[in-house]
T-cell receptor, first 114, second 112 residues
Framework: DAGVIQSPRHEVTEMGQEVTLRCKPI?????LFWYRQTMMRGLELLIY????????DSGMPEDRFSAKMPNASFSTLKIQPSEPRDSAVYFC????????????FGDGTRLSIL | GESVGLHLPTLSVQEGDNSIINCAYS??????FIWYKQESGKGPQFIID?????DKRQGQRVTVLLNKTVKHLSLQIAATQPGDSAVYFC???????????FGKGTLLTVNP
């Protein structure tokens, strides 16, 4: 079965550049999550979508971060302009329903901002 | 989620031994728990879950035990293999809340 698919797997860019991360959730899942993982802070929830609608974006660090979900099979996380402190691994996860069901994670995008 | 930081608990076992990974949760209202395995360079992988109306649940080579009295969760891995080497996270959830609270993670190393 196809899991959550993220692209690119690795991204290296210079500060100030725009970065776009992409996610295809598991088909039929109606909840989508973007996380950021660092050694110091662990997994942090950035934003949560339910049925393509953003429900909670309180974890988005700054206005430089934005996320969209134009349809049930695609979501993007954009950083503009990027800064070195944005370097982290970004994960997308999806679940069948909200709560009481496991979230299934993609293999992430390792982002390095120089 | 909790910070992993530089103080990740570690567990080192010999291949073939049984492993027990522990997790203490803080919210007595939590009623759904998940164990994830994260290998280097990959995302957290769902292993097994348990709801608060159960004390024990078994999967393939894994067993999760839930002790609500002391707010403790454990993951038992039978006949541990080198491929089991990874960081293991527990996560908790309340009701239909979408937010998972992740534990700090435990690094399991399996020696051949």
């Amino acid at each position: 079965d196809a899991g959550v698919i993220q692209s690119p797997r690795h991204e290296v860019t210079e500060m100030g550049q725009e970065v776009t991360l992409r996610c295809k959730p598991i088909s039929g899942h109606n909840s989508l999550f973007w996380y950021r993982q660092t050694m110091m802070r662990g997994l942090e929830l950035l934003i949560y979508f339910n049925n393509n609608v953003p429900i909670d974006d309180s974890g988005m660090p700054e206005d430089r971060f934005s996320a969209k979900m134009p349809n049930a099979s695609f979501s993007t996380l954009k950083i503009q302009p990027s800064e070195p402190r944005d370097s982290a691994v970004y994960f997308c996860a999806s679940s069948l329903v909200q709560g009481q069901e496991p979230q299934h994670f993609g293999d992430g995008t390792r982002l390095s901002i120089l | 989620g909790e910070s992993v930081g530089l103080h990740l608990p570690t567990l080192s076992v010999q291949e073939g031994d049984n492993s027990i990974i522990n997790c203490a949760y803080s919210n007595s209202a939590s009623d759904y728990f998940i164990w994830y395995k994260q290998e280097s360079g990959k995302g957290p992988q769902f292993i097994i879950d348990i709801r608060s109306n159960m004390d024990k649940r078994q999967g393939q080579r894994v067993t999760v035990l839930l002790n609500k009295t002391v707010k403790h969760l454990s993951l038992q891995i039978a006949a541990t293999q080198p491929g089991d080497s990874a960081v293991y996270f527990c996560a908790e959830n309340i009701g239909s809340n979408y937010k998972l609270t992740f534990g700090k993670g435990t690094l399991l190393t399996v020696n051949p």
